[in-house]
């Protein structure tokens, strides 16, 4: 399975992707998703799934079943953007509560043995040298805490230069 998660509207959404092939798991802003209050309910209370139930409660089961994960994004000082973000905390429960070293960094245990490939496309018009090395760095540690077996990154400075772009980088 194929998941894309995005800000887009839904008119930017039909731009970058006017045929999608296949039956890809979309997730976007309907403006119902909570912030996660880290009180770790999907790792003790119900193990795998977000105690809030507010259609992203089982962003780790949607994980635990992807091929490719694509994230497009607004860059924001290097980093996603608040609803993105929101999503991937939210996705917490892919993981287990144990750590384990990979290369001198602490990383958490996956809860399952798929990984997936993670492809992240960040765009705005004034991204600078340094917030893409942020970006990229975030996104490399990010590929390691969620197991993908490869990772890459790709900057574009309007959504227009996204269309025809997302997947083939």
């Known amino acids: 399975m194929n998941v ?20 890809p798991r979309i997730v976007s802003n309907k403006g119902s998703i909570r912030n996660c209050i880290g009180c770790f309910g999907c790792w003790i209370k119900t193990p795998g799934q977000c105690v809030m139930k507010d259609g992203y409660e089982n962003m780790g089961s949607i994980l635990s079943q992807a091929d490719t994960v694509t994230i497009i994004s607004k860059c924001y000082y290097g980093g996603y953007s608040p609803f993105v973000k929101n999503v991937l905390d939210r996705s917490i429960p892919f993981l287990l509560p144990f750590f384990k070293m990979i290369d001198n960094e602490t990383h958490h245990k996956p809860r399952y043995k798929k990984s997936f490939q ?22 490399s540690r990010n590929s390691i805490n969620f ?12 959504i227009e230069q996204l269309c025809g772009k997302v997947g083939k980088q």
């Open 4 to 23: 894309i998660i995005h800000d887009l509207t839904d008119l930017q959404f039909q731009q970058i992707f006017p045929q999608i092939i296949g039956d």
């Open 118 to 139: 993670l492809s992240v496309y960040f765009y705005g018009e004034y991204i600078t040298p340094s917030e893409k090395d942020t970006a990229e760095n975030m996104v």
């Open 147 to 158: 197991n993908a077996s490869k990772h890459n990154v790709a900057f574009f400075n309007s």
